[in-house]
């Protein structure tokens, strides 16, 4: 075996020194973050709690104004009706013009001569 030099053992002892002094420190920032830590986990639970809470009133809210606008609470799992089976059929040229008047409702006749140019005026 070998023997260690005075300056060794020094060396040795402030090192040793230094981990007790270093793992005091450590142990003193562990137990801070661990009941930092038990802290937020309860203040979680305390807001998951009023969350939930507020949920359930904003859903309870939103019943009550559906009843109002829509007259009933709505039924099945679609809150709204959706139209369908409903196809419009193309409309056609006809469709678009005004009809003539039947002959009943024609009462009086006038007579307009074509006397000049309606764009020129000649």
Sequence with gaps: MRKLTDEQIK?????GHNYKRLYQEIKARFDKERAEKRQL????????ALFNETVESQ?????????MVFGRKPHGGLKYKIKTGVVKKPRTSGSYRRPLPPASAITD???YSISNCHRCGH
């Design 11 to 15: 060396q040795k002892l402030a090192e």
């Design 59 to 67: 859903q309870a809210r939103i019943e009550e104004l559906e009843i």
């Design 41 to 48: 986990e309860a203040e979680l639970v305390a807001l998951k």
């Design 109 to 111: 006749y006038e007579h």
